[in-house]
Nanobody, 128 residues
Framework: EVQLQASGGGLVQAGGSLRLSCAAS????????IVWFRQAPGKEREGVSC????????YYADSVKGRFTISRDNAKNTVYLQMNSLKPEDTAVYYC?????????????????????WGQGTLVTVSS
């Protein structure tokens, strides 16, 4: 069974940086995507960034493009989300999730209902 473990959240001032980690295990297929979602209070869960296991291709939501970077360390089976120039509106619970339905990343793929496997959330709070 696929298991995902998210970590790295915390409190940071606006303009600061955090790095989230998603440790993954249990994949029985080589092709899958891992996505970072976030959910702010009173808002719907949104896809922030995606990375493909096949070729490392990525996707970013417009709201984070140029500030966030997703990467992977295959040896550690871990995906990272480096978040720079954080804004108060980035405050949310961040989740990593995965599916084997897709092996490419796009805006279509980062819809929460498509995901079978979820890690626990990690809270990111950005103060102004």
């Amino acid at each position: 069974e696929v298991q995902l473990q998210a970590s790295g959240g915390g409190l940071v001032q606006a303009g600061g940086s955090l790095r989230l980690s998603c440790a993954a295990s249990g994949f029985t297929r080589d092709d899958y995507v891992i996505v970072w979602f976030r959910q702010a209070p009173g808002k719907e869960r949104e896809g922030v960034s995606c990375i493909s296991s096949r070729d490392g291709s990525t996707y970013y939501a417009d709201s984070v493009k140029g500030r966030f970077t997703i990467s992977r360390d295959n040896a550690k089976n871990t995906v990272y989300l480096q978040m720079n120039s954080l804004k108060p509106e980035d405050t949310a619970v961040y989740y990593c999730a995965s599916t084997t339905r897709y092996y490419y990343c796009s805006g279509y793929v980062v819809r929460p209902g498509l995901y079978d496997y979820w890690g626990q959330g990690t809270l990111v709070t950005v103060s102004s």
